[in-house]
């Protein structure tokens, strides 16, 4: 089936250890987000890319980071510099032109011990 | 800045009644809206979509209305059932040149439907 994957579901992060939060997708989109949630609260976009070798800040970039080297892949890494890292995290997908909606993976849960 | 937001943070229905979910925006550019539906420890479920040169859209059991003279959206779910309780999100989108692809997305009413 088509669809997105991140992995893993629930991960746990040391203080002043970057960890790498998993998205892949198969839907052949061109457009890839990721999203942070906090309890109760709605969806903030971190970072976005619209095209491979590409991607943009979103509106709390600061304290991680993205790569994406191909279309169906789109890492995010929280880094020691996120000093508040727990939170719900979701990655979306869609086409990039056009009126679609965006598609959205189940989420990893971070957590810091 | 621009945003989307909903009125009501909670609502709780009877099984079996209708329910109306509100959210106001304020991006008069906006041309496409989505609702969406997230259960918990999952991710967002698309559910209706809306382009902004139509003021109404009907899917299975739920209908959306776009006012665009007082840019509020709404999503009326007939006949609940205890499946619905989950928290629904409404999201916009500007303009291509704008936004690209980017949604805005509003803080989310909780849903409760008691049997």
């Known amino acids: 089936d088509g669809g997105i994957t991140q992995s893993p579901k629930y991960l746990f992060r040391k203080e002043g250890q970057n960890v790498t939060l998993s998205c892949e997708q198969n839907?052949?989109?061109?457009?890839m987000y990721w999203y942070r949630q906090d309890p109760g609260q709605g969806l903030r976009l971190i970072y976005y890319?619209?095209?491979?070798?590409?991607?943009q800040k979103g509106d709390i970039a600061e304290g991680y980071s993205v790569s994406r080297e191909k279309k169906e892949s789109f890492p995010l890494t929280v880094t020691s510099a996120q000093k508040n890292p727990t939170a719900f995290y979701l990655c979306a997908s869609s086409i990039y032109r056009g009126n679609q909606p965006q598609h959205f993976g189940d989420g990893t849960r971070l957590s810091i011990l | 800045g621009e945003s989307v937001g909903l009125h009501l943070p909670t609502l709780s229905v009877q099984e079996g009644d209708n329910s109306i979910i509100n959210c106001a925006y304020s991006n008069s550019a906006s041309d496409y809206f989505i609702w969406y539906k997230q259960e918990s420890g999952k991710g967002p479920q698309f559910i209706i979509d809306i382009r902004s040169n139509m003021d109404k859209r009907q899917g299975q059991r739920v209908t959306v209305l776009l006012n665009k003279t007082v840019k509020h959206l709404s999503l009326q779910i007939a006949a609940t059932q205890p499946g619905d309780s989950a928290v629904y999100f409404c999201a916009e989108k500007g303009s291509q040149e704008t936004s690209g692809s980017r949604l805005t997305f509003g803080e989310g009413t909780q849903l409760t439907v008691n049997p």
């Open positions: 839907l052949n989109h061109d457009a």
């Open positions: 890319s619209q095209i491979v070798n590409d991607f």
